[in-house]
DNA sequence: CCGAGAGGATTATCTCACCA
DNA sequence: TGGTGAGATAATCCTCTCGG
């Protein structure tokens, strides 16, 4: 394709025939600057009037000599020239961010509303008729996007395939998942891989409902910063983060932690809610005042020993909004609501350490909601999650490791060092 | 195009449980 | 009691996005 359309680098085909996104879809200027559309459009004209078979003329070769052009122009005459250029960027822009053209895209929407369907048709015949359901649907692509998913009609399904096969349910879906995947090599997974794929898949996940709360495409969650980078951005927050440290799934180092995290997205005990025009304007100016206190109240409040919320605040830690308390019984629609910052329930906003820990619902909470849920579930949902395991502090806790290269490759130098 | 910063993946090393 | 290997932890490396 470079070689009979040449004039631009590899990456630019690579994008054009696989459709991905590109940087200015990602993070588009909020207005369409009208110099670039000028730039653009001469150009355009120049390469038009070029010989057959010339190397194109890139807008970098031309640029000094149209910035001289453009500057002779009034304000005016350059408002005049690119108002139809800057309108029709504007229209494919639009077209580009929500027109639909991936088919990986279109193949996981297809997936989910044929699981919800049968979902509907096998929850109908088991009231009518109470005959037990197991449904599980795994991908045989690692290029697919649907995760794992668990339809039953009763826990005694985790009871009989715990007691059976020493595996949970989720255990297993995994198992099977990668036996799709990677044959018959994918199930001997160890505990290093089986980890690092549920944090993928939690991070995937996260994005994903992200991308639905917001009603448009995210280019990456940002979990440091969550208020600032997402919140102020997008006007949601979340609610009912599993775990006492919020951060990206790939910095949660115990599986069970991961493992909880992803359950907890899956079954919708934590999930992403889109504030309203007035929830967000609130939520916007206390925003603004609790930064606007941290940087000028500083001295004072030290001073005088009042004050906590600004002297939390420059602990230089922003921790997301996080819902207080997860409901008994989970009701999007009536609980979306108090994530607005009041200094009872969204502790998470200005508080970096203290109260974090007490705003977040401890992981207990997460997994009794977890098992109050309806008796069809996805993935994993029902059953009981094991904190992990309390471990002796290790002797070189905190203190730092130094520089491992030149000190020899591969895991068993671990255990060579050991067996010396 | 480039640097900063964040997320995600990989690697090195230690702990611990199990078994002979 | 010692060997073995899985699990756990922390450091480091790699990749990507964003904004100037």
């Given at each position: 394709m470079q070689a009979a359309v040449p004039g631009h680098q590899l990456d630019h085909y690579i994008r054009v025939i696989t459709q991905t996104i590109t940087r200015s879809t990602v993070q588009p200027r909020k207005h369409i600057s009208k110099w670039n559309t000028f730039l653009a459009q001469e150009t355009r004209k120049l390469?038009?009037?070029?010989?057959?078979?010339?190397?194109?003329?890139?807008?970098?070769?031309?640029?000094?000599?149209?910035?001289?052009?453009?500057?002779?122009?009034?304000?005016?005459?350059?408002?005049?020239?690119?108002e139809d250029m800057v309108q029709s960027l504007a229209e494919a822009r639009e077209a580009k961010e929500s027109g639909q053209h991936n088919s990986q895209m279109t193949a996981f929407h297809d997936v989910r509303a044929v699981v919800e369907h049968i979902q509907r048709e096998i929850v109908n015949v088991n009231q009518c008729t109470g005959t037990e359901f197991l449904f599980l649907a795994v991908r045989k692509d690692i290029k697919r996007f649907n995760a794992p998913y668990i339809l039953r009609m009763s826990d005694l399904f985790d009871t009989f395939f715990h007691n059976t096969t020493k595996f949970t349910l989720t255990d297993l879906v995994l198992k099977l998942e990668s036996f799709f995947i990677g044959g018959v090599d994918g199930l001997a997974w160890n505990y290093l891989e089986r980890l690092v794929q549920l944090k993928s898949l939690t991070a995937a996940l996260i994005k994903e409902k992200l991308n639905n709360a917001t009603g448009h495409q995210i280019s990456?969650?940002?979990?440091?910063?969550?208020d600032e980078a997402i919140t102020l951005k997008h006007g949601v927050v979340i609610k009912g983060w599993p775990l006492s440290k919020f951060c990206c799934p790939s910095h949660i180092t115990s599986c069970s932690d991961v493992e909880l995290l992803y359950n907890a997205w899956q079954s919708g005990a934590t999930h992403f809610v889109k504030l309203s025009n007035d929830e967000y304007g609130r939520w916007r100016t206390q925003y603004l005042q609790h930064h606007a206190?941290?940087?000028?109240?500083?001295?004072?409040?030290?001073?005088?020993?009042?004050?906590?919320?600004?002297?939390?605040?420059?602990?230089?830690?922003?921790?997301?909004?996080?819902?207080?308390?997860?409901?008994?019984?989970?009701?999007?629609?009536?609980?979306?609501?108090?994530?607005?910052?009041?200094?009872?329930?969204?502790?998470?906003?200005?508080?970096?350490?203290?109260?974090?820990?007490?705003?977040?619902?401890?992981?207990?909470?997460?997994?009794?909601?977890?098992?109050?849920?309806?008796?069809?579930?996805?993935?994993?949902?029902?059953?009981?999650?094991?904190?992990?395991?309390?471990?002796?502090?290790?002797?070189?806790?905190g203190v730092p490791r130094g520089s491992r290269k030149g000190k020899g490759k591969g895991k068993g130098k671990g255990k060579e060092n050991q067996a010396k």
């Open positions: 390469n038009k009037k070029r010989e057959p078979g010339a190397v194109p003329i890139k807008t970098s070769d031309v640029s000094k000599e149209l910035s001289a052009k453009w500057k002779a122009m009034s304000a005016e005459e350059q408002e005049q020239y690119t990456r969650m940002v979990y440091t910063n969550f206190a941290a940087i000028q109240e500083l001295p004072p409040i030290n001073s005088d020993g009042n004050g906590q919320s600004a002297t939390v605040l420059t602990a230089n830690t922003t921790v997301p909004v996080v819902e207080a308390t997860i409901p008994a019984v989970p009701n999007p629609s009536e609980n979306a609501v108090p994530t607005i910052p009041t200094s009872e329930n969204v502790v998470g906003t200005v508080s970096a350490s203290e109260n974090a820990v007490s705003a977040i619902p401890p992981a207990s909470a997460a997994a009794s909601t977890l098992t109050a849920s309806p008796t069809f579930m996805n993935f994993g949902i029902g059953g009981a999650v094991v904190p992990p395991k309390a471990r002796k502090t290790r002797k070189e806790k």
